[in-house]
C-alpha cells in the first residue's frame, strides 16, 4: 500500500519494523503532548522541543502521538516495543521530522517560518531540518 503524507498538514511516513506508517501530530496529539510535558501552551511545548535535548522517553512520546495523530491505535508502550532503520538514531530522525513539519515549513514564497520567527531567530532550511541531541546521562 502507497502512503502519501500531505507535509502541508504535517504528516510525515516512516518505517516501523518493515510497515510504512503515517504519522500527524493533530491539534488532539498536541493537546496530548502538552499534558505530556507538563506546558500549558504551543509556544512552551514548541520552546521546549527547539532547545534540541530530547530523552528516549520523550523521541517515544513524540511519535507515539505522531502514529496515534494519524489513526494508528498505538500505545507508548507499542512504540516502544518497535524497530526502525538506524535504531534510535532513526526514531531521533522521525521525531525530528515530525516535529519540522508541525511547527515549521515553506511559505508561499519559499522562506521557511516556524514559532522561532517570532522571537528573532533564524530557522534552518526545510530540507535540513535541526537534529536533536538525545540526553545522555
Not at 514548541?46 to 523521541?59: M, V, Y
Amino acid at each position: 500500500m502507497n502512503i502519501h503524507p500531505n507535509r502541508h498538514r504535517g504528516e510525515i511516513v516512516a518505517m516501523f519494523d518493515g510497515e510504512a506508517r503515517l504519522l500527524c501530530l493533530t491539534l488532539g496529539a498536541l493537546a496530548e503532548l502538552e499534558s505530556a510535558f507538563g506546558v500549558s501552551n504551543l509556544a512552551e511545548l514548541a520552546g521546549r522541543f527547539e532547545a534540541g535535548q530530547l530523552s528516549a522517553g520523550d523521541i517515544i512520546r513524540i511519535v507515539g502521538a505522531g502514529l496515534r495523530g494519524a489513526g494508528n491505535r498505538l500505545s507508548d508502550e507499542d512504540v516502544a516495543q518497535m524497530s526502525t532503520e538506524g535504531g534510535a538514531a532513526g526514531f531521533a530522525r522521525i521525531a525530528t521530522e515530525l516535529l519540522w513539519v508541525s511547527f515549521g515549513g515553506a511559505e508561499a514564497d519559499g522562506t521557511s517560518k516556524t514559532l522561532a520567527d517570532r522571537e528573532g531567530r533564524f530557522p534552518l532550511r526545510p530540507e535540513n531540518p535541526p537534529g536533536p541531541q538525545v540526553a545522555r546521562r
